[in-house]
């Protein structure tokens, strides 16, 4: 199985801030990550597929990008509604996993 | 409006069976890859399985937690997703989400239920 190990595990951040959230793959997954926010009591929400193709309606704030095995999700500026649970999922091949989640809460 | 609509959670004794089933509305059911996903109160997401389209011939894929002991089915007449969890554990407890696997996002979960939740305790 692959591992996807997420960092930071928490980040306590302030509007307008950059904030940065990385993913690690145990193998190369060739950009099959996804990576979704979650609000709390809600469902998650698609950001970014495809490691670094902006869903539609998705704010252009987010980026994705990726660099051999570690991949990241960028917020340029952080914006009252940012701060959730933020979730990378690699769908290279099965089981599909999930990294352990970077929760963003507001400094 | 594209929607996801979970039902069949509750409470259930270990070794206990529940069927969850999930209506699907705005979209042609028939094209997609369908996932379960759940999530333990205050705890990460886990992928449970998929189960693929006709044109994939409802081939299946399940997480080793739940192999043998879950199954996924479809009824692409009634635009519903189905999930049969017989040998319930204690440890599968959770909120269970209905996912549907974007056509156009190489699969990423692009569109998901409110989720139901499955108590499993004696």
């Known amino acids: 199985d692959i591992q996807l190990t997420q960092s930071p595990s928490f980040l306590s951040a302030s509007v307008g801030d950059r904030v940065t959230v990385t993913c690690r793959a145990s193998q190369g997954i060739s950009s099959s990550l996804a990576w979704y926010q979650q609000k709390p009591g809600k469902a998650p929400k698609l950001l970014i597929y495809d490691a670094s193709t902006l869903q539609t309606g998705v704010p252009s704030r987010f980026s994705g990008s990726e660099s051999g095995t570690e991949l990241t999700l960028t917020i340029s500026s952080l914006q009252p509604e940012d701060f959730a649970t933020y979730y990378c999922?690699?769908?290279?091949?099965?089981?599909?996993?999930f990294g352990g989640g970077t929760k963003v809460e507001i400094k | 409006e594209v929607q996801l609509v979970e039902s069949g959670g509750g409470l259930v004794q270990p070794g206990g069976s529940l069927r969850l089933s999930c209506a699907a509305s705005g979209f042609t059911f028939s094209d997609y890859y369908m996932d379960w996903v759940r999530q333990v109160p205050g705890k990460g997401l886990e992928w449970v399985g998929r189960i693929r389209n006709q044109a994939y011939i409802y081939t299946k894929e399940y997480d080793a937690s739940v192999k043998g002991r879950f199954t996924i089915s479809r009824d692409d007449s009634e635009n519903s997703l189905y999930l049969q969890m017989n040998s319930l554990r204690t440890e599968d407890t959770a909120v269970y989400y209905c996912?549907?696997?974007?056509?156009?996002?190489?699969?990423?979960?692009?569109?998901w239920g409110q989720g139901t939740t499955v108590t499993v305790s004696s």
């Open positions: 996912v549907r696997a974007g056509l156009t996002t190489k699969y990423a979960l692009d569109v």
């Open positions: 999922q690699q769908l290279y091949s099965y089981p599909l996993t």
